[in-house]
């Protein structure tokens, strides 16, 4: 394991996060770790430190840890922020660049982050506005590599419930997405755990630099992580 990658996971009680770990189950080139506000459902068979703190306390444990990644998966729903401007960016945006910076000052080379297809600073849509506010603001701060993904619809089950358009969606995402093509690709529906085993496969790369993933990236990604070895 001194080999291992030092992968730090924030976000864990999501989506993509739970299958971030469940991913690295039987991982010998990750030591995966965690930090959260509340304790998650950790998979069977895992092999981690997971830490639960308060996120003002989130850069201490970054000091100790020393991860060389960190990947970000935080994040809420509209209905979660109690339909609430500030509340959702609370979490999308000043929660997400809090913790970036917090890493960086404690020597977290790379940072990898889950955000949206149809991110943009500039859309008149507020979902889509902020997360593009936040990955612009991500973008200045000096990581020596940041991979931003931008994955479409994520399919996979959630402990929470969805809403019904989000739902809909998800049941018709495999006809839909034979009907995408060109530059409606990057809004396909994408299977949660390729977008996690995406997500680990960059935190691996050492190529310095700023990158932005769409779903074909994020799939190709996903078939360069190393498969696992039975023994």
């Known amino acids: 394991m001194s080999d291992a990658l030092r992968l730090c996971l924030v976000g864990a009680t999501g989506l993509i996060g739970g299958h971030i770990m469940q991913e690295c189950v039987g991982r010998e080139d990750v030591r995966l770790q965690a930090i959260g506000r509340r304790e998650a459902k950790l998979p069977r068979g895992i092999r981690m430190e997971y830490f639960v703190a308060d996120p003002s306390k989130w850069g201490e444990v970054f000091e100790a840890l020393r991860p060389k990644a960190v990947i970000c998966a935080l994040g809420t729903t509209w209905k979660k922020a109690g339909e609430d401007e500030e509340a959702f960016r609370a979490v999308d945006q000043h929660l997400v660049l809090d913790t970036a910076k917090a890493a960086l000052e404690n020597g977290v080379d790379r940072f990898v982050m889950v955000s949206s297809v149809g991110a943009d600073a500039t859309s008149k849509n507020f979902y889509l506005r902020v997360k593009g506010e936040t990955e612009r603001e991500l973008t200045r701060l000096r990581f020596n ?4 993904l931008r994955p479409g619809l994520l399919v996979g ?14 049941i018709a995402s495999p006809l839909a997405n034979l009907f995408m093509h ?11 755990d390729l977008v996690a085993k995406g997500a680990i496969a960059l935190a691996k790369r050492a190529a310095r630099g700023r990158f932005v993933h769409d779903n074909d990236a994020i799939l190709r990604a996903a078939n360069s992580l190393p498969a696992l070895v039975d023994n």
């Open 182 to 192: 060109g530059k409606y690709r990057q809004y396909r529906g994408i299977k949660a």
């Open 145 to 148: 590599r940041l991979d931003i």
């Open 157 to 170: 089950d959630r402990d929470n419930d969805r809403r019904t358009a989000e739902r809909l969606g998800i």
